[in-house]
């Protein structure tokens, strides 16, 4: 039998090809390289959003702070650079210190305080959305040529398909997530975490570290995805990205990765974001649906794979082997 | 010879205090390698607690652990294990979202070129596995396989990591008979290699089977070290219950007990209680005796449909019934009083009146729901002929001792007035004086002619208030005394013996 997290995984990569296919064989002109690469421009800052969520999900918390996150990165960013001579490179480290720094604040609470993740970042989500509002309620333009030099890195593949630098940061960030997770001590840790904290404890996992990590990885990764936003859109706007922290969790799901934690895989996410992706392009392509439809067939869509994953659940621990058959004799 | 060996493991004189009450009292214990050590007593004597404060889980008050003739001091079971002590617990304490080589290497995983080695690691985890003569896949989630083998990948952790002694805290409660064998192989592999297991169970004759010697608590106290060559089952039995030899005076009186009420035949559940036969008459009460895992709770929870029969009948006053659930055996007038009370008994928020009257209202659905006044009588009348001591009914339960929580919980089942109560450890953890009250009014009720099933691990207590004593050993009802037959000694015999014959 095949191992149950790695059968969600393909059920997910099946479920996008199939619905390429479907798309494509209604829509020809959606096998181009152009809607490949609209696809990932699109949706970067989801991406990069979900990434995070993926590490915070796996190790059985939740983080409903990114959403807020990205708006106040926008904001911050844009109201930096109209006010101030700083150079947009030097804004983005700072920015990035302070999103890991408020996500490692939150993971510290969440730890030494005990509290459940879900009413901590949900104070953090209304912290950081009323910061934003703060540094301004307009929606502020960001005119810096560096903004522009960003915009203009395009690889222009055969078939008239541009692919964006954000685009690129995105598939990055998940590859270097990969390699976190899975070749590192700590990607263990996270895994080990999402199943049991106490046995994980036991078992000599640094939780304290751990969790603070995961957060910060979170916050860190929020403010990367305001950035790209914040590039995505040449603007800051505190009403921006409302909501944009179910949209992460959605994807984590339909990639995956149990929302109790421990197991899933951050490439799963990435699928799941492609196929969010593929919905809107679908309705795009079609002209006639409302947008709305969407989130309907998101609804579906994460309704199916929290049953699947009932499923497989059970399905791993009804075959389990006896000892018998495994030992051999001695 | 052992006694020439040098040990490895040797703890003196530790103390161990909670909120003022002794938990242990100046315990020893010595491991020399080799050897199985059982350590043994009923539930409440400290082997938890030593295990805890060996291994750094609790900080001990005092006395000294040497191992390897070096003192040591660890502040936590990680700390522990590096020192060279590992423990097992009973639930597998290992990670079953992981493969088996992530829960065999998780902290310690094979590196190359500052990432993980997971070929390496897969390796290395077969050859370690092959070694406790287990050849499974450990690409594969830990949850695939079974509790026993689970149970050897933990022990297989717990040795790499430590290596000189090992604590296996109740590692067979939940195998059955052929995974038990698995593990007691692994053991037997270890302590050839020179290593020291503790073997901590309630199944003496796995302890017998296994172990080499044993060390007995009770109380807190060590009540004996034997090697279990010299001794019989019988004498380990009468060492943990500690049970005196002057005679209890018995004072449930030759009195005739009425007609039968509840009767059953081949009643049982597979893998908890094996089919039993038992009759119950009004104004008797009935004793379950036996150690630890015997079947006593089990034979409770059947009974009142907590978990249901799947075989076996029952008849209630002659008409044939179906006990499948709390719900019906309460509308048949039955009750049960739990053995974990703040775990299935009490609702510790709620206050006292509101956990009196819960059966009661439960019985009558929650659409009729109970008048106030009536409410206040009933509350009011069972505070006063149980003398439940409270500020006041309105007061949380959780706030009362121990004694008190057990009395309301008890004037929760006599509010419904019922036919037959079920008690299960009816003095646990209670003091002295609620205690007796208990017993009292035990006597009292079987008096005003209801029929009592009563089970504890008290001997002295089932003597005073049985009609007549089941004794249970083994999950099977083994022997049944009555009349003159009830004694310490005759239920402490049936128990260490298993003797069937009447």
Same mark, same amino acid.
């Given at each position: 039998?095949?191992?149950? #997290?790695?059968?969600?995984?393909?059920?997910?990569?099946?479920?996008?090809?199939?619905?390429?296919?479907?798309?494509? $064989?209604?829509? #020809?002109?959606?096998? $181009?390289?152009?809607?490949?690469?609209?696809?990932?421009?699109?949706?970067?800052?989801?991406?990069?959003?979900?990434?995070?969520?993926? %590490?915070?999900?796996?190790?059985?918390?939740?983080?409903?702070?990114?959403? $807020?996150?990205?708006? %106040?990165?926008?904001?911050?960013?844009?109201?930096?650079?109209?006010?101030?001579?700083?150079?947009?490179?030097?804004?983005?480290?700072?920015?990035?210190?302070?999103?890991?720094? %408020?996500?490692?604040?939150?993971?510290?609470?969440? @730890?030494?305080?005990?509290? *459940?993740?879900?009413?901590?970042?949900?104070?953090?989500?209304?912290?950081?959305?009323?910061?934003?509002?703060?540094?301004?309620?307009? $929606?502020?333009?960001?005119?810096? #040529?560096?903004?522009?030099?960003?915009?203009?890195?395009?690889?222009?593949? #055969?078939?008239?398909?541009? %692919?964006?630098?954000?685009?690129?940061?995105?598939?990055?960030?998940?590859?270097?997530?990969?390699?976190?997770? @899975?070749?590192?001590?700590?990607?263990?840790?996270?895994?080990?975490?999402?199943?049991?904290?106490?046995?994980?404890?036991?078992?000599?996992? *640094?939780?304290?570290?751990?969790?603070?990590?995961?957060?910060?990885i979170g916050g860190g990764l929020a403010g990367l995805a305001g950035i790209v936003y914040s590039i995505y859109t040449s603007a800051g706007y505190s009403l921006a990205t409302v909501g944009v922290e179910l949209d992460a969790i959605a994807a984590v799901v339909i990639g995956g990765t149990l929302l109790s934690g421990g197991s899933g895989y951050v490439a799963g996410t990435f699928f799941g974001i492609l196929i969010m992706g593929l919905i809107q392009t679908y309705i795009v392509f079609d002209g006639t649906l409302s947008s709305w439809w969407t989130k309907i067939v998101i609804g579906g869509l994460l309704f199916a794979f929290i049953m699947l994953q009932k499923a497989l659940g059970w399905a791993t621990t009804k075959g389990r082997r006896p000892a018998s058959e495994s030992a051999t004799q001695s | 010879m052992e006694t020439q060996m040098k040990p490895i493991l040797r703890a003196k004189g530790i103390d161990k205090f909670f909120a003022g009450a002794i938990a242990l009292d100046k315990v020893d214990l010595t491991l020399y390698p080799g050897e199985v050590h059982a350590l043994l007593g009923e539930n409440g004597a400290g082997k938890s607690t030593l295990i805890k404060s060996l291994t750094g889980a609790y900080h001990r008050d005092g006395g000294t652990i040497e191992l390897d003739g070096a003192q040591i001091d660890p502040r936590s079971p990680v700390e522990s294990q590096a020192l060279g002590i590992g423990t097992v617990y009973q639930e597998v304490n290992l990670l079953e979202n992981m493969s088996v080589s992530d829960n065999l290497f998780l902290g310690w995983q094979p590196m190359k070129r500052r990432l993980l080695d997971h070929r390496e690691m897969h390796r290395r985890a077969r050859e370690i596995l092959k070694g406790y003569g287990l050849d499974i896949d450990p690409t594969q989630l830990l949850s695939s396989y079974s509790i026993a083998i689970q149970q050897v990948v933990a022990i297989a952790r717990a040795v790499e990591l430590s290596g000189k002694v090992l604590i296996l805290d109740e590692p067979t409660a939940s195998l059955d008979r052929e995974e038990i064998e698995l593990v007691f192989s692994v053991v037997r592999n270890l302590t050839s290699r020179g290593m020291a297991v503790v073997f901590i169970t309630h199944f003496l004759d796995q302890v017998f089977e296994l172990c080499d010697r044993a060390t007995v608590l009770r109380n807190g106290c060590v009540v004996g070290e034997r090697k279990l060559a010299d001794v019989s089952q019988g004498d380990i039995v009468e060492l943990m219950l500690g049970h005196h030899l002057e005679a209890t005076k018995r004072r449930a009186k030759q009195s005739s007990p009425g007609e039968t009420i509840l009767s059953m035949k081949g009643f049982g559940k597979r893998g908890m209680i094996e089919p039993f036969d038992l009759d119950l008459r009004e104004g008797e009460v009935v004793g379950l005796a036996g150690l630890l895992g015997s079947g006593r709770t089990e034979t409770c929870k059947v009974i009142f449909g907590v978990v249901s029969a799947d075989q076996g009948s029952a008849e209630l006053s002659g008409k044939s019934i179906r006990l499948s659930s709390p719900r019906t055996a309460l509308e048949h007038s039955l009750g049960l009083c739990p053995e974990d009370r703040k775990t299935d008994g009490i609702v510790g928020d709620l206050s006292v009146r509101e956990n009196i009257i819960l059966s009661l209202q439960a019985r009558q659905g929650w659409t009729r729901p109970l008048k106030r006044s009536r409410i206040n009588q009933i509350v009011d009348e069972y505070v006063k002929a149980l003398d439940i001591r409270l500020a006041s009914p309105n007061m949380p339960i959780r706030l009362l001792s121990g004694g008190n929580q057990q009395k309301a919980l008890l004037a929760r089942w006599l509010a419904t007035e019922p036919d037959i109560l079920i008690l299960d450890e009816p003095t646990r953890g209670i003091d002295v004086g609620a205690h007796a009250e208990i017993i009292d009014l035990i006597e009292r009720l079987r008096e005003q002619g209801m029929a009592l099933i009563v089970a504890s691990s008290e001997m002295e207590e089932l003597v005073a208030y049985s009609t007549r004593v089941v004794v249970l050993r083994d999950r099977r009802q083994v022997r049944e005394l009555r009349g003159e037959e009830i004694t310490t000694d005759r239920i402490v015999k049936s128990i260490s013996q298993g003797e069937t014959a009447a």
């Open positions: 039998m095949m191992r149950s #997290p790695r059968l969600a995984l393909y059920i997910t990569m099946t479920t996008f090809v199939l619905a390429f296919l479907i798309s494509a $064989s209604q829509y #020809p002109s959606m096998l $181009s390289t152009r809607v490949v690469a609209n696809l990932l421009t699109d949706n970067a800052f989801l991406g990069l959003t979900a990434v995070g969520m993926t %590490f915070v999900i796996l190790s059985g918390g939740i983080d409903l702070s990114v959403g $807020s996150v990205i708006a %106040f990165s926008g904001v911050f960013l844009a109201v930096i650079l109209r006010d101030t001579s700083m150079h947009p490179l030097v804004a983005f480290v700072l920015l990035l210190m302070v999103t890991t720094a %408020f996500g490692a604040a939150m993971g510290s609470i969440i @730890h030494y305080l005990e509290m *459940p993740p879900f009413i901590v970042t949900l104070a953090g989500m209304f912290l950081m959305r009323g910061l934003a509002y703060v540094l301004s309620t307009d $929606s502020v333009p960001i005119t810096h #040529p560096f903004y522009d030099t960003i915009q203009d890195v395009v690889w222009k593949a #055969p078939g008239g398909g541009r %692919f964006r630098l954000i685009g690129g940061i995105m598939i990055l960030a998940y590859i270097v997530a990969m390699i976190v997770l @899975h070749k590192t001590r700590f990607g263990r840790n996270v895994y080990a975490l999402g199943g049991s904290a106490g046995t994980a404890r036991l078992m000599g996992v *640094p939780i304290a570290r751990t969790t603070i990590t995961i957060y910060a | -």
